[in-house]
Nanobody
Framework: EVQLVEPGGGLVQAGGSLRLSCAAS????????IGWFRQAPGKEREGISC????????YYADSVKGRFTISSDNAKNTVFLQMHNLKPEDTAVYYC???????????????????WGQGTQVTVSS
């Protein structure tokens, strides 16, 4: 059974940094991707980044490109989302998600994640 556990999150001032982690387990094969979605109150869920376990390719939404970096520690089966220059509009619940097998869209993002973490709150104060 695939499990995604995401500790972390928290409160940070605008301009600050925060790192999210997602510890993954239970994958039966190597063709998968892990990434993050976020959802702010009253807004649609937004896919913001993912990384392919197969070849390390990454995807970033325009809203986070240049500020967020996704990486993986394959030995620990953990994916990280390093967030810099945070803005109040980054405030949301962040969800780790996985798709296996990985079937990327034309833009490189996951088509239809089939496993989800519990979500963690990130709040950026102005």
């Amino acid at each position: 059974e695939v499990q995604l556990v995401e500790p972390g999150g928290g409160l940070v001032q605008a301009g600050g940094s925060l790192r999210l982690s997602c510890a993954a387990s239970g994958f039966a094969f190597d063709d998968y991707a892990i990434g993050w979605f976020r959802q702010a109150p009253g807004k649609e869920r937004e896919g913001i980044s993912c990384i392919s376990h197969r070849d390390g390719s990454t995807y970033y939404a325009d809203s986070v490109k240049g500020r967020f970096t996704i990486s993986s520690d394959n030995a620990k089966n953990t994916v990280f989302l390093q967030m810099h220059n945070l803005k109040p509009e980054d405030t949301a619940v962040y969800y780790c998600a996985a798709e296996l097998p990985f079937t990327p869209r034309a833009n490189g993002f996951m088509s239809d994640p089939n496993h989800w973490g519990q979500g963690t709150q990130v709040t950026v104060s102005s």
